[in-house]
């Protein structure tokens, strides 16, 4: 920013004249992401921000010679330190400046909209605003004044309609243009009350030769407020400036009789509000919508439970017909390759490496992801975009308060009954990283659909459902107790549910196909390696001959601890690799698929028991590792191990009390 | 009817209610250890005053002037609670049954006395119960001092339906006077919109404890329970049923 004069810095930056970086930001919800995919297409990649489990979805597209890069920054609602969306992103903004910001805007919902370009504003960042959702906008009467719009902030702003990809382009030129003519433009400056801007000059001054990350009345204001992060930084360069800064809060604090940012805060809402009434004028419709009555009949005590379990119930009874079905049909299939890669190479240890190691692990992954996991985020998805998750979030609060976890955690524990890797990467919706890894935590503890399988093919068919509806009654609570015993160890603060509610609306197809299928990617990224890695290090073991001595080793845990064949002990660790195969593997090594010549019914139930907890599979730990490093994957990994152990061997012995 | 009798019946019936269903004659009756008959008897009465709403099936709820009353009573007995305890060290055993005996005669100027004199007590000692907001317009009685020395406190009187969000019905509405809790909980809900001074209506509430669904700026939100029983309303008016 200093350096606009300093020639080298010219030179380098006309070298990279054609190349462009531009930041979409906003609310969420608000239709960042339809208008990133719409500029991108299918060039851009989900990646997370270094050290950060926030999502980063970066693009390139070439316009008018340049070669544009895009990142779509995570939804948020405000600049402050709420949660690591709101650092990350206006961390960006000051740091890498990007050549221009949209920012992304509901003309539905203006005024809380217009509460963050204020801020965006405050970051001096050159900017130009989408006015997006306009059809949304229209629908409920309300008409925005852009010249006028456009006359109060100072920037450029463009009505668009990102699902239909009215205005996309112009708003893709009108960025263009300002880069080119008018680089250095600021967006207009929000006054405050006569009292703080005191304050605000005079902290202006006080850092007059410090060096800043961010522009100086911007880190005026946040000193003002509080901002924990932005005192940090200040601290290095200039500690006398935060001491300066608390003592001038505190005399606004004073005069207010309201805390300094809550005062702050006020004036800037206030500010929005002010320039919402006056760009737009609203008729609103008389009748109730559609979406109106179709969220007062799903958030209901009554009907809004009823529809909950009605469509889960019905969402995972759907994937999993369809995935059975698909997924045998798929499995035949590739199996008929056997004979060609047989003889390709041959019936040997190579070949029983190649098959039997690659291959059959190659299409254990295929017959996961096509049948279930494509679905399963489809659906996610739709349910996402119309907004039904959040109504779910908000009628399960209650009972994950009592987890210590809000709302919000029910989704990832909904999406473990699915499969446990995308449940682990969608924790990302809790706020902070505590909730993350509590949510993560309880999720690996889900019965997962391979799990389920187990649970359903051993018990449930030799000992009756009524074992297995039993089985996961206890799952739930152990998930329940476990769950608790987190929240009291792990330290931190509890964030409760604070979450907008957005209208019902159709979504828009084709970003949920994008999104499903960036998913699937990641997910073929962390799986299919491992799966496949898995597979071929069991194969080895097993040509190599040292299936017998693992189990051999294993058999005081086995054995005389659970009570088990020590044959089982392979399955268990089988089960880590790939648990939808550990029943298959389980028949193999027993010599019979009637399981109840092989194992008593006591020995089912703690086998089953075992499996429920032990590990999730090696996937989700590669997921946990991804989501929040080595230490702590591993110390939920060697803590479920244990604790399965552990209550396998008390199953053992209450059941032979017992049975 | 004395006044104290009458003030610890709403007291009672206040603290019975705490989750906003009606109270049973039965569970007065065991709390006060008086006779039933004796409880419908004074019950009758305090409707007649307005006070309650009395039905001998469905029990009894406040009106909101019996909960003004009760709301101002169970502060000066925590407040007395607190002072007793903190400043004179009684045993924690025995402020209880003390500050019984002394709330009744606490003037409501002692009581703003008390407050500031005890900076901000937010729960009383032996069961960390929340101290009711005072009706002046302020967040903690630090604030109280500052607002003495303005001479602002006839402005605050006048604003004696102050209510937490928690405690609101589903169509009511009111402006938002404070927050409670922690910098970053009571930023994020300024951010959301939830600034002083701003409307709110309550859309739905979630049943057994859930949030409550609030309509502000145009927008909707959720907040969880805990949270909306830290954000206190100016009430706009009350339910009509
Ligand atoms: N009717 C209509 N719907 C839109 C428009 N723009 C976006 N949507 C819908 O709004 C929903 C959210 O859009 P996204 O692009 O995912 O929102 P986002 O800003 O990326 O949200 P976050 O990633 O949560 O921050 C989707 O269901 C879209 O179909 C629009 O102009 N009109
Ligand atoms: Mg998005």
């Known amino acids: ?659 | 009817m004395t006044q104290k009798s009458s003030e610890d019946y709403l007291k009672t019936i206040y603290e019975l209610s705490q989750n906003g269903k009606a109270v049973g004659t039965t569970e007065i009756s065991q709390t006060l250890k008086i006779a039933p008959a004796s409880v419908t008897e004074m019950l009758k009465k305090l409707a007649n005053k307005g006070y309650i709403t009395y039905s001998p099936y469905h029990g009894t709820t406040l009106t909101s002037e019996g909960r003004r009353i009760a709301e101002k009573i169970v502060r000066k007995h925590r407040l007395l609670e607190r002072f007793l305890h903190d400043v004179l060290k009684i045993d924690k055993e025995k402020v209880h049954s003390q500050a019984c005996e002394m709330e009744h005669s606490l003037s409501d100027e002692a009581e703003e006395s008390l407050c500031r004199f005890l900076r901000h007590p937010d729960s009383c000692p032996d069961d960390g119960k929340m101290i009711p907001p005072c009706n002046l317009q302020i967040e903690s009685c630090a604030k109280c001092i500052q607002l003495h020395e303005k001479g602002l406190e006839e402005e605050g009187k006048h604003n004696q339906r102050l209510i937490a969000i928690s405690s609101l019905k589903e169509g009511q509405c009111g402006k938002i006077a404070f927050i409670r809790g922690g910098r970053n909980m009571v930023q994020r809900l300024l951010d959301m919109g939830l600034t002083p001074g701003t409307r709110i209506c309550i859309v739905r509430i979630a049943p057994l404890g859930g949030p409550v669904e609030l309509a502000v700026r145009d927008s909707k939100l959720a907040i969880g329970k805990g949270v909306a029983s830290k954000i206190f309303v100016e009430v706009e008016s009350p339910v009509a049923d």
């Open chain 1, 1 to 659: 920013m200093s350096c606009h004069s300093c020639p080298l810095n010219k030179k380098s930056s006309s070298q990279k004249a054609r190349h462009l970086k531009i930041a979409l930001a906003g609310n969420a919800n608000v239709g960042k992401s339809v208008i990133f995919n719409h500029l991108t297409g299918l060039h851009q990649h989900i990646g997370n921000w270094p050290g950060k489990t926030v999502e980063k979805a970066e693009g390139t597209l070439q316009f008018k010679g340049y070669t544009i890069d895009i990142v779509d920054l995570p939804g948020i609602y405000s600049l402050s330190t709420y949660s690591l969306e709101e650092i990350v992103s206006r961390k960006y903004i000051a740091v890498e400046q990007p050549d221009i910001v949209i920012n992304v805007v509901d003309a539905s919902v203006l005024e809380r909209n217009l509460f963050f370009t204020l801020q965006l504003m405050e970051l001096e960042t050159p900017m130009i605003v989408a006015l997006n959702q306009m059809d949304i906008a229209k629908s409920k009467g309300i008409n925005v004044d852009i010249k006028k719009m456009e006359q109060i902030l100072g920037v450029p702003v463009v009505p668009t309609i990102a699902v239909k990809g009215v205005g996309i382009d112009k708003l893709l030129e009108k960025a263009i243009e300002i880069i080119e003519k008018a680089p250095d433009k600021k967006p207009a400056e929000i006054r405050y009350g006569e009292e703080i801007e005191e304050k605000i000059s005079l902290l202006i001054d006080a850092m007059k030769d410090a060096e800043l990350i961010y522009p100086r009345r911007y880190t005026a204001i946040k000193l003002l407020e509080g901002d924990e992060d932005i005192e940090r930084e200040i601290n290095r360069v200039a500690p006398q400036v935060v001491a300066t800064a608390k003592k001038l809060a505190s005399e606004i604090e004073k005069l207010h009789g309201h805390g300094c940012s809550t005062v702050i805060t006020s004036e800037r809402y206030e500010a929005a509000g002010c320039i919402a009434r006056a760009v737009q004028t609203m008729v609103p419709p008389i009748k109730p919508t559609i979406g109106e009555r179709v969220h007062s009949f799903t958030t209901h005590k009554i009907t809004g439970y009823l529809t909950m379990i009605f469509s889960l119930v019905l969402v995972f009874y759907g994937i999993f017909t369809f995935g059975d079905v698909t997924s045998s049909v798929l499995s035949d299939l590739l199996y008929g390759l056997e004979p060609l890669v047989r003889s390709a190479f041959g019936t040997g240890i190579i070949g029983a490496l190649v098959w039997g190691g690659v291959m059959e692990g190659l299409i254990a992954g295929i017959t996961i992801v096509l049948p279930y996991i494509i679905p399963f985020y489809l659906i996610l998805y739709f349910l996402e975009n119309s907004g039904y998750l959040s109504r779910i979030a908000f009628l399960m609060d209650n009972i994950m308060h009592k987890m210590g976890l809000h709302g919000k955690a029910f989704i990832p524990i909904m999406l473990g009954f699915g499969c446990n890797v995308p449940a682990c990467l969608g924790c990302r919706i809790m706020e902070t990283q505590r909730e993350r890894l509590l949510a993560a935590f309880v999720t690996t503890l889900v019965p997962c659909a391979a799990t389920t399988v187990i649970i359903l093919g051993l018990v449930g068919n030799f000992l009756g459902i009524h074992w297995a509806l039993a089985l996961y009654l206890f799952n739930f609570l152990i998930i329940f107790l476990l769950g608790r015993l987190a929240f009291k160890v792990v330290p931190g603060e509890p964030t409760a549910l604070i979450m907008e509610m957005h209208d019902y609306r159709w979504p828009h197809m084709k970003t949920i196909l994008k999104q499903t299928w960036f998913r699937v990617a990641e997910f073929i990224k962390i799986a299919f390696p491992l799966i496949i890695a898995g597979s071929f290090a069991l194969k080895l073991a097993e040509v190599a001959g040292l299936l017998e001595p693992i189990a051999a080793a294993l058999s005081p845990i086995t054995v005389a601890w659970i009570g088990l064949p020590a044959i089982t002990g392979i399955t268990l660790i089988f089960g880590i690799l790939r648990k939808e195969l550990a029943l298959v593997m389980l028949a193999t090594l027993l010599g019979t698929t009637n399981f109840a010549e092989a194992l008593t019914p006591m020995q089912m139930v703690v086998f089953t028991l075992v499996a429920m907890f032990y590990i999730p599979c090696i996937a989700t730990i590669a997921a946990l590792v991804k989501e929040f490093g080595w230490k702590k994957a591993l110390t939920i990994t060697l803590f479920e191990i244990i604790f399965a152990i552990l209550l396998g061997g008390i199953a053992f012995r209450i059941l032979t009390l017992l049975l």
